[in-house]
């Protein structure tokens, strides 16, 4: 795939490729001096989450606004893949996760010969930012994400919304939601380095009263979409689907990574579960399932992970 960054405004492509069972989500970035550099798509990589979520290594950043295609990987039920991109950052394409999941249904899924494992939730783990409040808690059948965001804009006003995730709930619900901003932040984001490829072909923008894209909006609620959409995105840096209920109030990249940080950095709070091994692709939904069913059963507990 091919297209700009939406805050570099570079040319960049992007490849996503199998990887083999229990390897995870890797960005390998290209093209950069000393040979290609390997980054595991982990909480623990993550070195920045102002504007968009960026992971790097000891050497500095690699590769940053990789939360759309981690969403469309998590989304779709993706565990494994490499990610190979020839730039500081993953291209915006229409600022949705839309691109990648039909680049995803075109290239297909492959069932491993493997069980699925899991991170379980435990108990609930809040973390409060300001105004912003985010919490992750126990949830028996699968994973469940909310947004609620409250604007000034009339346009946008106060929104929430929340998915069961499956697969076909990701491609139906979410995955065309936009990213979206604000007119008056253009010049401020500007002067930062920031929104250098943004255009009204990859994000929604509003003024003060009105939305300015001349096609609309792809759903009345988009905004809380695409906010699930990002924490969808964000919390696949757990290393594994969750199984758990996320709340997010006002929050953004920097509120999914604090509450996500402050479950793994709580070791009572989570274990890795695995499920039986599948012979095709499954929804989170029909994994639910299985758990309900018994299943499901812990391969280690925090304390020995």
């Known amino acids: 795939m091919t297209g700009v960054g939406v805050h570099s405004g570079s040319p960049v492509s992007l490849t996503i490729g199998p990887a083999s069972v229990d390897a995870g989500l890797i960005f390998v970035r290209t093209g950069v001096e000393g040979g290609d550099r390997e980054v595991q798509a982990t909480s623990a990589a993550v070195i920045a989450t102002e504007f968009a979520t960026v992971l790097g290594d000891a050497e500095g950043p690699l590769v940053s606004t990789v939360e759309h295609v981690l969403a469309a990987l998590r989304g779709m039920g ?50 409060a930012i300001g105004d912003s409040f985010g919490e992750l808690r126990p949830y028996a059948t699968g ?41 008056n932040d253009v010049a401020r984001l500007w002067r930062a380095g920031f929104a250098l490829g943004a255009s009204f072909e990859n994000s929604i923008v509003f003024d003060d009263e009105r939305l ?3 096609e609309g909006l792809r759903y009345a609620d988009e905004c809380a979409r695409h906010k699930v959409l990002d924490a969808i995105g964000d919390l696949a840096l757990a290393g594994l689907p969750l199984l758990a209920a996320y709340r997010s109030v006002c929050g953004g990249h920097k509120l999914n990574h604090a509450v996500l940080t402050a479950l793994m950095s709580d070791r009572s709070a989570w274990r890795v579960v695995e499920g039986e091994a599948v012979r095709r692709p499954r929804t989170q939904a029909e994994i639910g399932r299985g758990i309900v069913a018994g299943r499901i059963a812990a391969a280690y507990g925090p304390d020995v992970s």
């Open 212 to 214: 300015l894209n001349p």
């Open 143 to 183: 994973f469940r994400a909310e947004a609620e965001i409250d604007f000034a804009n009339p346009v946008i006003g106060c929104q929430k919304y929340a998915l069961e995730l499956s697969a076909e709930g990701f491609r139906r619900e979410i995955c065309r939601a936009r990213t979206f901003g604000f007119m």
């Open 78 to 127: 993706v565990d494994n893949a490499t990610i190979e991109i020839n730039g500081p950052e993953a291209p915006i394409m229409d600022g949705s996760a839309a691109a990648f999941v039909t680049a995803i249904e075109q290239a297909g899924i492959v069932s491993q010969s493997a069980a699925r494992r899991f991170i379980q939730v435990l108990k609930p783990v809040q973390v």
